[in-house]
């Protein structure tokens, strides 16, 4: 047994917890870059905080997911503004947003010199002190080693990636995502599920990330569905913040698998959050390669590791790998989770799709290879 496990520095969770947010930028930096989301009066409370903490600040607004452009105006405005710390609060989006602006701070030149897939992929030297603060529970980007970028001339998403993109603090609160509404709710809480399931049975999993998914994968079943019903049950938002957050300590470590390895190219090519393409993908992702599995390895380690997981989501002790995908075609109608053809898929980029996503670097991590067949197959079932 061999393996590696990275994470960020230090890990604060619980109700609360954003609370200490200044205190601990206080110790980094004295003048940072707050990057967020939507949430304006958020950041507005935390600057004046960072501010009573003797740190000033210089917010940054994030419209929707992160392109390589904007990552270059988000790194130009830190440099610009003598900012030593980023700080980032908000969903994937603005996180990834952050962690790409952290590492350009203090490695000069463009995004593009860093970029996997498209770009130059240069190494990353260590990043600028960074704090993460995630206001979903889906990503898990606060504690992984990348950051996911569109390249809109491109029609596809790639990553910065390094170890020094890991956060210098991840602070977990789920009270920040009580007000999350319930769409929101289900694509990035089926995303943490993904993220746990994809590890599982990843090529790469291991008795830690082990660990970590087996306890995660027990927090969403029980707890997404009352969270999509009852966004104020601090209860089932604490489990899916967990959930969020062991799903991104195992696939920083472990690796993912086809739904990933799809979500890049079809987020590249259409106006879709990464989360609802996850959730879309999932039931399908997961069908193909257990039907996969029994024609092509039926004895192997992964299809066992297939039937765990529906026995964790059923709840019952003689479920098979089948049942699996069954939960999760029922809980994505439960949860009124969209097509694919709502983001103006169709058959007719199906053949793009698979050429790309058969490259996509999550796609290393699936427990066996599909066909190109198999992976249309997945995108029709998705749309």
Not at 209 to 232: E, K, N
Not at 283 to 309: D, F, K, M, Q, W
Request: charged share 20%; proline share 7%; with cysteine.
């Amino acid at each position: 047994m061999r393996f590696e496990f990275a994470t960020a520095s230090r890990i604060l969770f619980g109700a609360g917890s954003a609370r200490e947010a200044a205190r601990a930028a206080s110790r980094m930096g004295r003048r940072a870059l707050l990057v967020t989301g939507s949430s304006a009066w958020r950041a507005a409370a935390l600057s004046g905080d960072l501010a009573a903490g003797g740190v000033e600040s210089v917010s940054f607004s994030v419209a929707g997911e992160p392109t390589v452009g904007l990552v270059r105006r988000v790194a130009e405005c830190a440099r610009q503004e003598r900012c030593d710390l980023v700080i980032c609060l908000g969903g994937g989006s603005a996180i990834d947003a952050g962690k790409a602006a952290a590492a350009l701070l203090a490695n000069r030149g463009d995004p593009r010199d860093y970029l996997e897939v498209i770009g130059k992929g240069m190494p990353l030297g260590p990043s600028a002190p960074c704090i993460a603060i995630p206001t979903t529970a889906g990503t898990g980007s606060e504690v992984t080693r990348n950051a996911v970028l569109a390249s809109p001339e491109h029609k596809i998403k790639a990553s910065l990636r390094s170890p020094h993109m890991l956060p210098s603090l991840a602070i977990v609160d789920p009270e920040l995502t009580l007000e999350l509404p319930p769409a929101l709710t289900a694509s990035t809480g089926l995303d943490a599920l993904t993220q746990l399931i994809e590890p599982y049975v990843s090529i790469r999993a291991n008795a830690m990330t082990d660990m970590f998914c087996l306890d995660g994968m027990q927090r969403a079943a029980r707890s997404l569905p009352r969270a999509f019903q009852d966004g104020h049950d601090l209860d089932a938002r604490t489990d899916m913040s967990m959930a969020s957050l062991l799903g991104g300590l195992s696939l920083a470590n472990a690796g993912l698998g086809v739904v990933h390895g799809f979500a890049a190219p079809v987020g590249g090519m259409f106006p879709a959050p990464h989360g609802a393409v996850c959730a879309a993908l999932l039931p399908h992702g997961a069908e193909a390669n257990i039907r996969a599995l029994r024609s092509r390895a039926p004895e192997g380690e992964a299809l066992r590791r297939y039937e765990t997981v529906a026995r964790i989501l059923t709840g019952s002790p003689a479920a098979r790998a089948e049942d699996e995908a069954e939960w999760l075609r029922r809980h994505c109608n439960t949860l009124a989770i969209p097509a694919l053809r709502s983001y103006g898929v169709s058959e007719q980029d199906l053949p793009v799709l698979v050429e790309k996503a058969a490259k996509a670097s999550s796609m290393k991590g699936n427990p066996l290879p599909l066909t190109p067949d198999e992976l249309r197959e997945i995108l029709l079932r998705a749309l």
